[in-house]
């Protein structure tokens, strides 16, 4: 649909974003709904698993690391984009510190137990919950993603609100650069609590303009029949093996996931 930002279709518009790379794997030819629920369901197998298992936490990352390999997505861009959860880290680190109940000395220091094994919880399923979606992003562009959401049944105004996010971020970013420099041009540098109010003015207007574009697009958007649902352009289907191909994560995950119960 045209006015403003070109909707045609749901998710016409838009693929690579930042932590997508581009490749040919046998990972990336997935279709995007079987990649979601196998890495919903590898995530749920991690956090089920108990935290004592720790080398069920080791045989989780092999895993990873395996998928990582088919999809030839290098170590080095992986451990990048990890960098992610590091104010979680930060907490986990602190926990033995402020926890209570029996402490033990550690390098001369007095730590919690219960706060070691939290952090060690918090540590690992995180580190492995992140790595699983850096996976996911680096093999799946944006518009696949959604379309995967909708393929499984997402409730469809949710997808549409994310579409719209994701397809008007990049123009809401572009108006707060034209307003930066359009600031610089007249000579304005913030350097304190003075400029504030100028860059409050600048927010203000900023708000306004993207509501503005918003009632303009919503307005062409009905004027060309829509109704509360976009139509879809892309049927995104899966065959049994693809299916096979994608759950073979989650649910040799899972066998780790007893053994780590049972052991």
């Known amino acids: 649909m045209g006015a403003d930002g070109g909707t045609s279709h749901t998710f016409s518009s838009g693929g690579a974003h930042k932590l997508y790379r581009h490749g040919h794997s046998p990972v990336h030819a997935l279709p995007p709904h079987t990649k979601l629920a196998a890495v919903f369901a590898f995530v749920v197998v991690v956090v089920s698993t108990p935290r004592e298992a720790m080398w069920a936490f080791g045989l989780y990352a092999a895993l990873l690391g395996a998928v990582a390999y088919a999809a030839r997505v290098p170590a080095g ?18 926990m033995p510190f402020v926890a209570e109940g029996e402490r033990v000395e550690v390098l001369g220091m007095s730590l919690s137990v219960s706060g070691l094994w939290g952090a060690w919880n918090v540590l690992a399923k995180g580190t492995l919950g992140v790595a699983a979606s850096v996976l996911l992003a680096s093999t799946t562009e944006l518009r696949e993603l959604l379309l995967g ?11 549409q609100i994310a579409s719209f996010m994701i397809r008007y971020g990049d123009v809401i970013t572009d108006e707060m650069r034209r307003m930066r420099i359009a600031r610089e041009s007249r000579g304005f540098e913030a350097s304190g609590v003075k400029h504030w109010g100028v860059l409050a003015k600048s927010a203000g207007a900023l708000f306004i303009r993207s509501y503005e574009r918003g009632e303009r697009v919503h307005l062409a958007m009905v004027s060309r029949g829509y109704a509360g649902s976009m139509p879809v352009i892309d049927e995104v289907t899966a065959s049994r093996a693809q299916w096979s191909y994608a759950l073979a994560l989650p649910v040799a995950a899972l066998v780790v996931c007893v053994l780590g119960w049972a052991l």
Request: proline fraction near 10%; avoid cysteine.
């Open 77 to 94: 861009f992986l451990l990048k984009r990890l960098l992610i959860e590091v104010p979680f880290v930060a907490f986990a680190v602190l």
């Open 149 to 159: 959401l909708q393929r499984l049944k997402l409730p469809p105004l949710l997808v």
